[in-house]
């Protein structure tokens, strides 16, 4: 499971001309799927997440997670995140789980976000998204399950 996290200031995920989520200020997830990956890798990201220290202290150091500095999350399913561009000119993306297995995944990593008491929004599964973010920092941090 891969997540490129993005501090925030504001972000939305437009569908069809509808926004489906947004937040004023947190992180902006883009959330990545693959074929190994269980509820382990999970709950191991969710934990992660939330006890992240990204948000600076009064004498400007990253010593507060989003749980201390407070913020919501806006979840973004991205397959694309296990494209593979090494050969050739077009991405595959054979890493990438099949939505029937990475949907469920999906839910299950926004709902354990949850557990630790962080408010989440959400993009749609599958959809053709348009994510718009005021980019804080800016600060991008890119996880790893495994």
Do not use: C
Request: hydrophobic share 40%.
């Amino acid at each position: 499971m891969k997540v490129v996290l993005q501090r925030s200031k504001a972000a939305t995920v437009t569908v069809d001309g509808k926004v489906t989520g947004a937040i004023d200020n947190g992180y902006v997830l883009l959330v990545g799927i693959t074929h190994e990956d269980t509820q382990e890798d999970v709950d191991y990201l969710a934990k992660k997440i939330a006890h992240l220290r990204l948000w600076e202290d009064t004498d400007g150091k990253m010593n507060h997670s989003i749980l201390e500095h407070g913020g919501a999350i806006l979840s973004v399913s991205q397959f694309t995140l296990y494209g593979d561009a090494k050969k050739g000119n077009r991405p595959s993306f054979t890493n990438a789980a099949r939505p029937e297995v990475a949907q469920p995944l999906w839910q299950a990593f926004n709902e354990a976000l949850r557990s630790h008491g962080l408010q989440v929004e959400t993009g749609i599964f599958g959809a053709m998204m348009d994510v718009a973010l005021t980019n804080d920092g800016p600060v991008t941090i890119l996880l790893e399950s495994k």
